[in-house]
Nanobody
Framework: EVKVVDSGGGLVQTGGSLRLSCTVSGGGVTFALYSMGWFRQAPGKEREGVASIKWTGQEVYYVDSVKGRFTISKDNVNNTLYLQMDDLKPEDTAIYYC?????????????????????WGQGTQVTVSS
């Protein structure tokens, strides 16, 4: 069974930084062959894609609202995905979810659709105070 565990959320003031982590284990999957993504869901809103990264780690995509502030990265040795979040704003407040691609060697670039991802973390809360 594939296990996806995300962590690193917390309470931070406007302009602050947080780094989210996501580890993948089990299920016999080879992490290095899977594209990954981060999604978030704010109170009263639908879940939205934030960033994605190709299985190689050498191609990334960000939604406009986080470009220049968030950085997604992938450590294929330690089976870990990261999301460095800088210059945080109150509108970034949400539960953040790590997601692993539905299958190996697939990357859809700027198409951050939930259906492209098959394995999900439990979510980690990020709260940005004004």
């Amino acid at each position: 069974e594939v296990k996806v565990v995300d962590s690193g959320g917390g309470l931070v003031q406007t302009g602050g930084s947080l780094r989210l982590s996501c580890t993948v284990s089990g299920g016999g999957v080879t992490f290095a062959l899977y594209s990954m993504g981060w999604f978030r869901q704010a109170p009263g809103k639908e879940r939205e894609g934030v960033a994605s990264i190709k299985w190689t780690g050498q191609e990334v995509y960000y939604v406009d609202s986080v470009k220049g502030r968030f950085t997604i990265s992938k450590d294929n040795v330690n089976n870990t995905l990261y999301l460095q979040m800088d210059d945080l704003k109150p509108e970034d407040t949400a539960i953040y979810y790590c997601a692993m691609g539905a299958g190996p060697l697939r990357y859809y670039g700027n198409s951050l659709k939930e259906t492209d991802f098959g394995y999900w973390g439990q979510g980690t809360q990020v709260t940005v105070s004004s």
